[in-house]
């Protein structure tokens, strides 16, 4: 197939095109991406579950009244698990003289005679 050879000056506006497209790719990414979604009060009651989704996406959502903010909606942090920590209880536990002495069947099954 046969392509004709495109001229200079096309081919300067077409790189210069793609850079401004990919600075603005990264400046969207920069600037708009990490920020939090900011709403006034009025917008944040009338689009409370389009906002609560979007936590739940992982987007920090952020409340104002005036310009100023005045609460942040964000997702809840990773619960962590606690590690177990080995011998907390002891001396915490007695037993009773004879707890391990070993006993009959009859005395096992509760049968009396």
């Given at each position: 197939m046969f392509t004709?050879?495109?001229n200079p000056i096309l081919r300067i506006s077409i790189a210069l095109l793609y850079s401004l497209w990919l600075v603005s790719i990264v400046m969207a990414i920069i600037y708009s991406y990490n920020k939090a979604m900011?709403?006034?009060t009025a917008e944040a009651k009338n689009r409370l579950?389009?906002?609560i989704r979007a936590v739940e996406d992982?987007?920090?959502v952020v409340i104002t009244r005036?310009?100023?903010p005045v609460a942040q909606l964000?997702?809840?942090p990773v619960p962590t698990r606690r590690k177990p920590v080995l011998g907390c209880m002891r001396g915490r536990i007695q037993f009773l003289p004879g707890w391990d002495d070993p006993i009959t069947e009859d005395e096992l099954l509760g049968e009396d005679n």
């Open positions: 004709p050879p495109l900011v709403v006034s579950p389009e906002l992982g987007e920090q005036h310009g100023r964000s997702p809840p």
